[in-house]
């Protein structure tokens, strides 16, 4: 039989020489400019870095073509960071031109350190995933595009993080990420009662639902479960434990978009990310109601925030009534919360802007 | 919908080969799920587990946690991997005529 068990490889084995040599005696780092670091530890020893982006979605030969570049310039070594960027690491200066150079050749941005838009944290869309209300891939090209120059640019008084789920279950940030895309359903699901009894535990979905929207079947003799729709708000959660509740729908699926979520704890503590637009429909292959919106929200929050100021902290300094004025968004009655800690959410003072 | 062949009885079975006409269970259909993962001769502690869990499911609606499953047969994780290939969910389930597991499995 095959070994089991045996966990990833020790990562110390795959470090560059400078790395190992220096390491925990980083003395500080400072960022040369947009993708490029340099680290200095209290041996004296130089490291430089050169971060790229990357689609995240890849093919081998991608990664053959970033080895070449590793073994040219970096004794074959190189990593990839927690937003999926690549980082070619390297003691000598001299070699940071030929390492731009070459990944550049590749098609590959030159950025994401500092006061900048890095990657979109992301995840599977139509590609892989069995319960996406919207794209993940294509959404996030589409964005990419959009804020390009944010990425290869310092234009920004802060980090700004973005990150896309295809449906509520939220894989990877979005729940705390500056700018957040979220795929999300506007129609209930469609029981197929012929085979939901041999495809599904039926306490199983019942105890799926958040607002308690599903019970069984009326009819005795119908071995299966009915759906009461004006208590349904189209989580999908009963069609991730149950095949025979889909609920996807090409017309009613789309997009929300949160806004002034972080993870640091530096200056304010971390937050999570809050509604601004409930619903935007899927225009595949570019949404661009979907780019322009955060386009629009990014040149506000630019121009208006102060130096370190992360979105949600601006918007907490100005207020959202000013945020909603300021970026255009309507609000609707759709932005109120209605779930269990609603009160929370609601307004308990007289203080606002009119 | 797949078929398989079981036997000279054909089944309808999804694409992972999880049972979709559950009325149509047999001990044969689960000696032959078996056989398909390489284990030939099912003893009595196979036959424990599966009743186990077919009995639970007609109780209650739903397969066991694996907690309360090795609890109740006695039965450690790492022998239900020994006697199940694919652990309880994808072998012992599967034999055993119970949905397929769901959810981010
Ligand atoms: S966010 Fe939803 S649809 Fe997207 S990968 Fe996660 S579970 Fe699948
Ligand atoms: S989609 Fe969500 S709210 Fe609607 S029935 Fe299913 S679990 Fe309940």
Known sequence: MARTDIGP??????????ITSNYGKWKYHEILKPGVMKHVSETGDELYTVRAGSPRLVSIDFIRDICDIADKYCD?????????????????????????????????????????ISNIVHTQGWIHCHSAATDASGLVKSIMDELYEYFTEFKLHAKLRIAVACCINMCGAVHCSDLAVVGIHTTPPKVNHEKLASTCEIPSVIASCPTGAIRRHSDKN???VEVR?????????????????????????GVAI????????????????????PFIPNNPPRWPEVTSILKKIVEVYARD??????????????????????????????????FTYATETFRATTQFKW | MASINLH??????????????PDKWTEDVAKAMAEMEGITDLNETHWKVMNYLRDYFKQNGIAPMVRKLTKDTGVNLKEMYELFPQGPANSACKWAGLPKPTGCV
């Open chain 1, 9 to 18: 490889p020790d990562y110390r084995l795959m470090l560059p020489e400078t």
């Open chain 1, 76 to 116: 074959g070594h190189l990593r990839f960071t927690s937003r999926f960027n690549i980082e070619l690491m390297t003691p000598k200066k001299e070699n940071v031109d030929g390492i731009i150079g070459d990944l550049k050749k590749l098609g590959l941005p030159i950025g994401g350190i500092g006061d900048c």
């Open chain 1, 222 to 224: 119908i071995n299966s």
């Open chain 1, 229 to 253: 729709e004006e208590r349904c708000m189209y989580c999908g959660n009963c069609y991730t434990v149950c095949p025979s509740m889909p609920l996807a729908d090409p017309d009613g699926d």
């Open chain 1, 258 to 277: 949160y806004v002034g979520g972080k993870v640091s704890n530096s200056r304010k503590p971390p937050m999570f990310s809050r509604l601004a637009v």
């Open chain 1, 305 to 338: 925030s102060k130096k370190y100021e992360r979105l949600g902290e601006w918007i907490q300094r100005i207020g959202w009534e000013r945020f909603f004025a300021l970026t255009n968004i309507p609000f609707t009655e759709q932005h109120i919360d209605d």
């Open chain 2, 8 to 21: 000279g009885n054909s089944y309808e079975v999804d694409e992972d080969g999880f049972l979709q006409e």
